[in-house]
């Protein structure tokens, strides 16, 4: 099968998390965050029987924005600071064992796997004075859990569901729709 899928990412993440990593390195700021953003995957598997299959995806989680007001005498600083400590969403590639229980037309299914993720931290000072970027890397764990919904009398299936990244930083996760088609 083959199939892909647009949804809701969340990086489980604050403006007041943010501000209290600021605190501990000696800031004193104030900020405001928006750490949802609309998320996508593509993916392809294959199903052993009806109770087990293997699946990749590409994963694009989006990005989290965020403003931070702090007054300091060096930009540059604080803007690698907020780079180093700020919530990221991810993208890249996950594998997948995926359990199915059908029941019907209706399936449930749960996903653990690991995802090879990448990640941007971005941070400009107002006014352009200084910029700082972060890019991340990781090999992590990721499971979901979702309901699929095959249509009859066509090879087309919808799913819904939600899976988490554990990155070790903030652990985003997506709840998505998908249409996948078999093959």
């Known amino acids: 099968y083959a199939g892909a899928g647009l949804g809701q990412a969340n990086a489980k993440?604050?403006?007041?998390?943010?501000?209290a990593d600021l605190s501990g390195l000696g800031y004193t700021a104030q900020s405001t965050m928006d750490d949802q953003d609309?998320?996508?995957k593509v993916f392809g598997g294959y199903r052993f029987n009806p109770f087990l299959a293997t699946e990749a995806a590409y994963v694009d989680l989006g990005k989290v924005t965020s403003q931070t007001r702090a007054t300091v005498l060096d930009g540059g600083?604080?803007?690698?600071?907020?780079?180093?400590?700020?919530?990221i969403m991810i993208r890249g590639l996950a594998l997948w064992a995926v359990g199915s229980?059908?029941?019907g037309p209706v399936s449930v299914f749960a996903k653990l796997?690991?995802?090879?993720?990448?990640?941007?931290?971005e941070a400009r000072v107002a006014g352009g004075s200084a910029t700082a970027v972060r890019d991340d890397s990781g090999t992590d764990a990721a499971y979901g859990l979702g309901v699929g919904y095959a249509i009859p009398g066509t090879p087309l299936a919808v799913?819904?569901?939600?899976?988490?990244?554990k990155t070790g930083r903030n652990d985003p996760e997506l709840w998505s729709v998908s249409l996948s088609y078999r093959f």
Do not use: I, M, N, Y
């Open 13 to 19: 993440a604050s403006a007041s998390g943010l501000q």
């Open 77 to 87: 600083a604080l803007a690698a600071d907020v780079s180093r400590v700020h919530p």
């Open 113 to 121: 796997g690991v995802v090879r993720w990448k990640a941007q931290a």
């Open 159 to 165: 799913r819904g569901e939600w899976e988490q990244f």
């Open 38 to 40: 609309t998320g996508g």
């Open 101 to 103: 229980a059908p029941v």
